[in-house]
C-alpha cells in the first residue's frame, strides 16, 4: 500500500493475504481500544471474513459462511455487525455490488475510489483527495452539496487483462 495516496493494489501472484488479514485485524482492535468500543466476537469474525479476499462479499454470503452446522443464522445478527463496522469506518459498503469490503484506513473519515475488476471480482481501494476535490468543485459549481462520495470502477485489473491478451 502506498500511504501517500493511499492506495492497495491488486494481489500480485505471490501475495501473502494472511498478512493482509492479521494488519486488518490488528487495526481493527488498536482503533477498539483506542475509542472504547466493543469488538466482539461476532463482528470480529466478520470483519475476518470481509477481510479473507480482496473480493467484496454481500451479506449473505456472510451469512452462510457464519452458520454453524446445522443451525441458521438470523439475517439481523449479520446486519448489526456490518452496521458497527460500517459506522466505525472498519469497512466500506461497495453500493453496485451490494457488497462490503475491507477499509485500507479504518477508522478514519475518508471518501474513497474503489477499481473493481469484471473478471475475478477483486477490488482495489484508492483514496485520492485530488478527486475528492474535483467532485466538490464540480458540485459547487452545480449548485449541489455531497452527503456521501464513493467512486466505483469497473473494468479488468492487470492480471485478468493480459490473460484476455494471450
Not at 28 to 38: I, K, Q, S
Not at 41 to 50: C, F, G, N, S, T
Not at 73 to 84: I, M
Request: aromatic share 6%.
Amino acid at each position: 500500500m502506498n500511504s501517500k495516496k493511499g492506495i492497495q493494489r491488486f494481489p500480485t501472484p505471490r501475495h501473502n493475504h494472511a498478512t493482509c488479514v492479521n494488519t486488518a485485524m490488528h487495526q481493527a482492535e488498536d482503533y477498539c481500544n483506542r475509542t472504547g468500543v466493543r469488538l466482539t466476537q461476532l463482528r470480529r469474525r466478520v470483519l475476518e471474513l470481509v477481510w479473507s479476499s480482496h473480493r467484496p462479499v454481500g451479506a449473505y454470503d456472510l451469512l452462510e459462511q457464519l452458520e454453524p452446522k446445522g443451525r441458521k443464522a438470523a439475517p439481523p445478527t449479520v446486519y448489526r455487525s456490518l452496521d458497527f463496522l460500517l459506522e466505525h469506518k472498519l469497512i466500506h459498503r461497495i453500493d453496485s455490488l451490494n457488497a462490503f469490503i475491507g477499509c485500507n484506513q479504518p477508522g478514519h473519515e475518508h471518501d474513497a475510489q474503489f477499481f473493481i475488476c469484471k473478471a475475478c471480482g477483486e477490488a482495489a481501494e484508492l483514496i485520492d483527495p485530488k478527486v475528492e476535490r474535483a467532485l466538490v468543485k464540480d458540485a459547487n459549481q452545480l449548485g449541489f452539496n455531497i452527503e456521501k462520495q464513493t467512486v466505483e470502477i469497473a473494468g479488468l485489473c492487470n492480471r485478468c487483462h493480459q490473460g484476455r491478451k494471450k
